[in-house]
């Protein structure tokens, strides 16, 4: 436990001290810049002035940035490589502590990497999930209250307020407070930053041809409420059969995991003295691991649907 934990001193100071680094670059690279910006003349000052935030900010930076909000994070990128450079040293060191060999860091990085990777792409997964049965159930309900006369502007501030996500509120919070100043269809495209989301699309272009066509808005509406309907309800099905499958692999996960204690508990210990207590033995074990953990990985894969 002792050594678990210095490990995990190590590698949270190894990635504070990178950080460190990191910013103290950062430092003088923007004195340097003000510096040369000093030097120049009035016209490449300007040139300078119009092409700098391009010069700063990266295309992967922004990439990371839309990652960390469509996951509901609130911290910048550099956080977000400080924790994932954290957690991937984290496993190696834990993995490198079991095989008692420097390897482990070669085997242990990447699962690192890996692993983190599946926590933010679920994170990713049930946002999307969450806002798209709040925003079918908000569709219901802002058609309900055209049907009985209610404007739209209205109705749809009162059906995004009796919804019982959070998370969907607060996207909302930032729509209303933009399309007044960049348009509605504007502030819907904005809505993409922070969660990927098809029915969203679907829901901006039928208020967009219903205010253009003119007529019965609330007809409009009331289509694009089957169509997200029926797409959540296909959603709900496919996710429950994925979910027995997932289930199934756990199931065989369970099986080897008994067996293995099962032969062990017969052999007398022998079976975990070869597999714990010797150099070869925690290889082919963590080989053996891994298989298991790449087989529920393509299962996924490959029993997975998404809309």
């Known amino acids: 436990m002792i050594t678990i934990v210095l490990l995990f001193i190590i590698s949270f100071s190894l ?3 990178g950080y460190i680094f990191y910013v103290e670059y950062k430092r003088i690279k923007h004195l340097t810049y003000i510096k040369n910006a000093i030097s120049l003349r009035e016209e490449d000052i300007n040139n300078l002035l119009l092409h700098g935030d391009d010069q700063e900010t990266s295309s992967f930076i922004r990439q990371i940035n839309s990652i960390i909000t469509k996951a509901g994070f609130h911290f910048n990128a550099y956080i977000f490589m400080l924790l994932f450079l954290g957690f991937s040293l984290l496993i190696g060191s834990l993995i490198t502590l079991f095989l ?16 983190f990777w599946m926590i933010i792409s679920t994170l990713i997964s049930r946002r999307k999930k969450e806002f798209n049965k709040a925003l079918a159930t908000s569709i219901s309900v802002l058609v309900k209250m055209m049907k009985n006369g209610i404007g739209f502007e209205q109705a749809l501030s009162k059906s995004i307020a009796v919804s019982s996500s959070r998370m969907f509120k607060d996207i909302f919070e930032r ?18 930053t922070f969660v990927d989301s098809k029915e969203l699309r679907i829901f901006a272009l039928a208020i967009k041809i219903g205010r253009e066509s003119g007529g019965q808005f609330s007809n409009t509406l009331e289509k694009v409420e089957h169509t997200i309907s029926y797409r959540e309800k296909m959603q709900e099905k496919v996710d429950v059969v994925t979910r027995e499958s997932t289930v199934g692999s ?6 080897t995991i008994f067996l293995y204690f099962s032969l062990n508990l017969n052999f007398g210990g022998r079976l975990h003295e070869y597999f714990m207590n010797s150099e070869w033995g925690r290889f082919q074990i963590l080989a053996i691991a891994l298989w298991v953990f790449v087989g529920i990985l393509l299962n996924k894969l490959i029993t997975r649907i998404n809309k």
Not at 100 to 110: A, L, N
Not at 176 to 181: D, H, L, R, S
Not at 250 to 255: A, L, N, S, T
């Open 15 to 17: 990635t504070f001290l």
């Open 100 to 115: 008692k060999h420097w390897s482990g860091y070669i085997i242990g990085i990447p699962l690192g990497v890996l692993l």
């Open 175 to 192: 729509f209303f407070q933009e399309k007044n100043t960049i348009g509605e269809i504007e502030a819907f495209t904005k809505l993409n």
């Open 250 to 255: 756990y199931v065989v996960v369970g099986i």
